[in-house]
T-cell receptor
């Protein structure tokens, strides 16, 4: 069973701080990794994708990938109360030609003023 | 910005009845997907659809489920003989390209909340 693991949280950070969200995956063949944000009762919204080892920055968001450790993380700088949501890590299965993402359970982030 | 639209937003159905969930994908997208999310649980893939046929399906997508693209715009999920455990949020998604490297993400609709009584 190919798994994507996330700490369910909640992760609580003060406004302006850096929030660090982590994800591990079991399929060594996985080549692409996605972070989605899901507000309560709403649909997932793609915020970051990363394919290569290292860091990828987009505004206040930085995705970090370490394929050797099977670990992908999302950093949110200058966290805002509007960032309070559940963050889903999604990893397509690397084998068998499937591109369908397997989602983690998500980490609930609370940014308090 | 174009978006995926789903109807209805909330569907209440008696156990054992059939239900059809409807989706209008983004017009130039070629790949369509259904996911479900049981309350408090993770998003689960059900089925993907391309060129008028199923391209992948999960173990959840058994004979109780079917998908159809009856015309050029709608994409439907039919659930027959609904059970209590079918209660969930059902998300439709579409993408231009299914390849993860193509930077063409899946765009999700707002979902249909299905409640089976």
């Amino acid at each position: 069973q190919k798994e994507v693991e996330q700490n369910s949280g909640p992760l609580s950070v003060p406004e302006g701080a850096i929030a660090s969200l982590n994800c591990t995956y079991s399929d060594r063949g996985s080549q692409s990794f996605f972070w989605y944000r899901q507000y309560s009762g709403k649909s997932p919204e793609l915020i970051m994708s990363i394919y290569s080892n290292g860091d990828k920055e987009d505004g206040r968001f930085t995705a970090q990938l370490n394929k050797a450790s099977q670990y992908v993380s999302l950093l949110i700088r200058d966290s805002q109360p509007s960032d309070s949501a559940t963050y889903l890590c999604a990893v397509p299965r690397g084998s068998g030609g499937s591109y369908i993402p397997t989602f983690g359970r998500g980490t609930s982030l609370i940014v308090h003023p | 910005e174009p978006e995926v639209t789903q109807t209805p937003s909330h569907q209440v159905t008696q156990m054992g009845q059939e239900v059809i969930l409807r989706c209008v994908p983004i017009s130039n997208h070629l790949y369509f997907y259904w996911y479900r999310q049981i309350l408090g649980q993770k998003v689960e893939f059900l089925v993907s659809f391309y060129n008028n046929e199923i391209s992948e399906k999960s173990e959840i997508f058994d004979d109780q489920f079917s998908v159809e693209r009856p015309d050029g715009s709608n994409f439907t999920l039919k659930i027959r003989s609904t059970k209590l455990e079918d209660s969930a949020m059902y998300f439709c998604a579409s993408s231009e390209d299914r390849r993860p490297y193509s930077n063409q993400p899946q765009h999700f609709g707002d979902g249909t909340r299905l409640s089976i009584l």
